[in-house]
């Protein structure tokens, strides 16, 4: 049987998020921000996720924050683990509460 092989294009937002790594911006908020619900995805993590979304959608309603990721490999982008659903309007409406 022959396996399918999906393809994901990192497109310069690879560069993007190598540079919030770079700069330890997702441990600086993990550690200044609590998380208020048991969520997947840390207050750090989810600020990598705006910044990376604001280069590319533009005037979205924040229900729709996870399509963006939808075609993009979230794992490598944000983290391990992290998948499109988990980057829902719920874990952006409380990260732009807390900050």
Do not use: W
């Amino acid at each position: 049987m022959m396996e399918c092989t999906e393809t994901l294009s990192l497109a310069h937002y690879g560069i993007v998020a190598g540079f919030v790594d770079k700069l330890g911006l997702v441990e600086f908020l993990d550690r200044h921000l609590s998380k208020t619900r048991c969520h997947k995805v840390s207050s750090g993590q989810a600020a990598k996720a705006v910044i990376l979304n604001g280069l590319g959608f533009v005037e979205r309603r924040l229900y729709l924050f996870h399509e963006f990721f939808e075609n993009l490999p979230t794992e490598r982008l944000i983290g391990s683990g992290i998948e499109p659903h988990h980057l829902n309007d719920d874990v952006i409406g409380r990260l732009l509460d807390s900050l």
